[in-house]
């Protein structure tokens, strides 16, 4: 099992186009690492006029709100770093704090020296 295992979380309206699974596949594929999405849907989400995403968030675990969250598992550091490099530049960053929450100390580190290298979060 790999020790460079990353929980990127993109919240609703973070990401700068839809997180698909084939888009991952082709991602993952290029670079020799699995990438996996989960789609959590959160309770009492609702959208407002604008499409703008409200949800109640207090005294919910960060599991449980909505939020579009992709796995990066790699094989080595310099697979894991270009794949990540990709899914910055494809989507954007995911939030600073809790955006890597889930992660393994190493992939956490690499990931956060990526998004701060030109991000802008």
């Keep these: 099992m790999s020790e460079l295992i990353a929980r990127m979380r993109w919240f609703p309206k973070d990401a700068l186009l839809t997180i698909t699974e084939d888009n991952l596949k082709k991602i993952g594929q290029k670079h020799g690492v699995t990438l996996s999405l989960e789609e959590v849907k959160g309770t009492g989400t609702r ?3 604008g499409k703008i995403v409200v ?3 207090h005294q919910k ?3 449980t709100t909505t939020q579009s969250i992709v796995t990066v598992e790699a094989p080595s550091e ?3 770093r270009r794949c990540v490099r990709e899914l910055i530049d494809t989507y ?3 939030v600073p704090i809790w ?4 992660s393994t100390p190493r992939a956490e580190l690499i ?3 990526l998004m701060d290298q030109d991000d802008g979060w």
């Design 47 to 49: 959208v407002l006029p």
């Design 55 to 57: 949800e109640e968030t």
């Design 61 to 63: 675990t960060i599991e």
């Design 78 to 80: 310099e697979s894991f």
């Design 92 to 94: 954007r960053a995911p």
């Design 99 to 102: 955006g890597l929450y889930g």
């Design 111 to 113: 990931a956060n020296e």
